[in-house]
């Protein structure tokens, strides 16, 4: 299904601190964490999965999860009793991290203090998962944690969920080791995209799987006139992206005669993340498995050869990927190139907090009244306490000034720890309902109550720009400067 139509270009203005003109709708806008001047850019890159290609996520999604669950039955010999699950994307979203000894999904915000949690479906009460984390910053680690970077993990992580609960209903929990049914669900998942169980469903049918966008090719035009040289660079093989780039950007609606005439170049069976990480380092060399329309593709090669063949490096280089580890940051550390992550939860979150605004408005009012409240009580136990000290001295009315005010002092601190009762209540009640329009298990991909989540940290220092999709730039002005918002302390705002 393609998108609305829209204008090519929209026209826009920004000053230093400000949002892009009115003109670009939110859900299509670019977001900016560090200053870009795109005339400075000599050469584009993207990935392909999640970021040229946007796969329809429930078929692709349950697609992955059927096949793996085939493979445990099959092979591993995990109970056919799981086939009876199915997949329920609700349950699963990026950013999660999954404890592997314990069996456990976490949520965490931004200083990685976990907020929320399921062990199997079921969710942890704050006393378990105080208990079990102790309410201290969660040290991550690759031997025990695995961190939900992108869209692919999903499945695997809710299957891990199922099996957890199934098991556990089966066996027992102390005979359950969490570890190594994670590292079946995820060698079987794997095994799956290898041996085409899920990509042969997609070539066969690619009208069921993704999504197309009518606005990729004149984007990719577009940055092919303002002397952007473009290069294609993914883990998947040739036949791979052939397949599915030839389904996004065919012939009778690009006017050229193969999607490859959009690149100048085109790497296929990258390795990511270690294509950025050996550049010069011995890494294996680039083969060159194809050159129609005078394109070259290669298989392999480091980051060295391809800006080498380029002519292009550093900073003069924008890489478009949807992989937090794999595309973003290793690109940025390793080589820095400047980077724009295509995240297309971005829309669908604009929209539910357009969708909210009132109820976020008064949650925010409800909360500042409550915080006056807190300051009033505060301030008239203090008084209270103080005057209990006092000595009233010898003179009767002194010391029945003195009791009418304790006593007055005394049904104030009642009202007001009612007052504060009643708005703590209603801000649980809003504030559970303005969660559950995002997420009715996770809330928000990017916020948990007032703090940034670990994702929204991660997407925050490691990208320079993000996005719902590539074509969002073509509302943008080839030579425009995307500027960051002023950075506020808290005592500024």
Known sequence: MNPPSRPARARVRTA????????????????VNRNLRFSSISAIGFDL????????????????????????????????????????PAYVIRGLVVDRDRGNVLKMDYFNFVTRGFHGRQRLSTQARRETYRAQRFILSHETHVSVDTLFHLPEVYLFMCLVELLEQQAGRRELEYSKVYGDVRAMIDEAHRDGSIKQPIM????????????????????????K???????????????????????????R??????????????????????????????????????????????AAFLQKSL????DRILYFGDHTYGDILRSKRSLGWRTAMIVPEVAAEVAVTES????????????DARDRIELKRAATEREFRALALTDPGPAPAAAARRRARLEALRRGMGGLREELA???????????????????????????????????HQLKDFACLYTSRVSNFLHYPSNFYFRSPVGLMPHEM
């Open 422 to 456: 009643r708005y703590t209540s209603d801000i649980d009640v809003l504030g559970r309902k303005c969660s559950n329009a995002y997420n009715r298990h996770w809330g928000s991909l990017f916020r948990e109550d007032n703090e940034i989540t670990r994702f929204g």
């Open 257 to 302: 005669r193969d999607w490859r005439e959009f690149f100048d170049l085109i790497m296929v069976s990258s390795g990511k993340p270690g294509f950025f990480l050996t550049a010069g380092n011995g890494s294996a060399p680039a083969e060159l498995v194809d050159q129609q329309y005078g394109v070259p593709a290669y298989s392999g090669g480091d």
């Open 49 to 88: 999965d999640h970021t040229l290609a946007h796969y329809d996520p429930l078929p692709v999604e349950r697609l992955a999860f059927e096949a793996t669950v085939d493979k445990l039955v099959r092979a591993r010999g995990y109970p056919a009793e799981i086939r009876q699950y199915r997949y329920d």
């Open 229 to 255: 040289k473009l290069f294609l660079l993914t883990n998947s093989e040739l036949y791979y992206t052939d397949a599915l780039m030839s389904y996004l950007l065919p012939p009778s609606e690009t006017g």
């Open 16 to 31: 230093h601190g400000r949002r892009p003109a009115p003109a670009v709708p939110r859900p299509e806008r670019v977001y």
């Open 311 to 314: 002519e292009a490096a550093g």
């Open 356 to 367: 909210i605004a009132e109820d976020l408005k008064q949650l925010a009012g409800l909360t």
């Open 204 to 227: 066969s049918s690619p009208e069921k799987f993704l999504r197309r966008d009518s606005q990729l090719a004149p984007t990719l035009e577009d940055f092919r006139r303002s002397g």
